[in-house]
């Protein structure tokens, strides 16, 4: 028995190695739920050894407060442009010198040294898009509607109870904002009296706050409306080409994703070797491909025609001014906002 059992233990010895080993080959991935094609992993997998496990989140919120909470340990996450001053100043996030990266190269310069990060020390880009107004045209017979948060706010009759929102505070309070001409960062209760007017008032109108399958809910005709992103109208466009995007006059709030490592990632090495993978440009043109969002890479070679045929991935020139990026709002303007969303959904 004692021979037994101190063989065991040898043999639990032994393998505690390879377990090791195992481990090291590992990436935990938390991205924004359906914003990466599963496809890519396994072409990564066989390229590099790493297997990657991947995890998704529905907006900043939900992933602010996963880091905030220290209760995962992630290699690599996705979050947005303006989270990310507030991450580096927490010490939330590891430096990774995305300059001294192979694939560095291969950024499109106007993707450089961007105000949230400016020599990329923290993070490296992903994506980008706009926040707009995606409709099924064929529910008004075809036409067109005003290039203004007015449809959504005060929508046509032929859009009652057809209309999603998206089911996260910063974007649906930010369109209100614009649409009212407040500032995105106010602190001021009587503005926020206002938004809160509005949203209450658009809330019989809808039929749904949902940031959650938005591609399918418009592809499949559930809902003729939606508050939402340029690039999931343009997957939802493939399939019903009645579907037709707008970029508000009053205001298109812009994103930009990012790669960037907690400073509490298991496998810190791994996930720069992902991060410059994923900077060389026939990866980065697979996810726009797929995702239908634009990338920040030299990867235009790369990119499937079909969208540079719609607007919502190829926004016309003059629509450039409507940009308005996202600010990084203050703890009382933050605050303002939660009362207002908790006000509204409860």
């Known amino acids: 028995m004692k021979k037994t059992l101190i063989g065991l233990a040898m043999a639990a010895l032994t393998a505690l190695p390879v377990l090791a080993q195992d481990a090291e080959k590992t990436l935990y991935f938390y991205n924004w739920t359906d914003y990466y094609p599963v496809e890519l992993l396994a072409k990564f997998e066989a390229e590099t050894g790493i297997k990657v496990i991947l995890d998704g989140f529905d907006s900043n919120d939900t992933l602010l407060a996963k880091l905030q909470s220290g209760g995962a340990a992630y290699d690599v996450i996705v979050p947005s442009d303006y989270v990310i001053p507030g991450l580096i100043k927490d010490g939330l996030l590891l430096k990774i010198d995305t300059p001294s990266m192979t694939n560095y190269v291969h950024m499109k310069d106007a993707f450089k040294n961007p105000d949230f990060d400016p020599t990329h020390e923290y993070s490296a880009p992903y994506l980008w898009g706009v926040t707009g107004l995606a409709y099924d045209s064929a529910a008004i017979g075809g036409a067109e ?194 009362k207002i969303w908790t006000r509204l959904k409860g």
């Open 145 to 338: 509607i005003e290039h203004s948060w007015k449809e959504l706010f005060e929508p046509r009759p032929e859009f009652e109870g057809k209309i999603a929102e998206l089911d996260t505070a910063s974007d649906v309070i930010l369109a209100a904002s614009l649409y009212l001409g407040i500032p995105q960062c106010t602190e001021s209760n009587d503005d926020a009296k206002r938004i809160l007017d509005l949203l209450e008032a658009q809330k019989p109108k809808l039929k749904m706050y949902s940031s959650d399958s938005t591609v399918d809910r418009m592809a499949s005709g559930e809902v003729a409306m939606y508050h939402v992103w340029n690039g999931a109208t343009a997957r939802a466009t493939a399939q019903r080409d009645t579907i037709r995007f707008i970029y508000p006059k009053e205001g298109t709030p812009m994103f930009r994703d990012n790669f960037a490592v907690p400073a509490n990632a298991p496998h810190p090495e791994n996930a720069k070797i992902f991060i410059n993978w994923m900077m060389a440009p026939e990866n980065a043109a697979a996810v726009s491909n797929a995702i239908a969002y634009a990338n920040a890479i030299k990867s235009d070679e790369f990119l499937d025609p079909k969208w540079r045929a719609m607007d919502a991935i190829n926004m016309p020139e003059d629509y450039a001014s409507r940009l308005v990026p996202t600010l990084d709002c203050g703890p009382a303007a933050r605050e303002l906002r939660d």
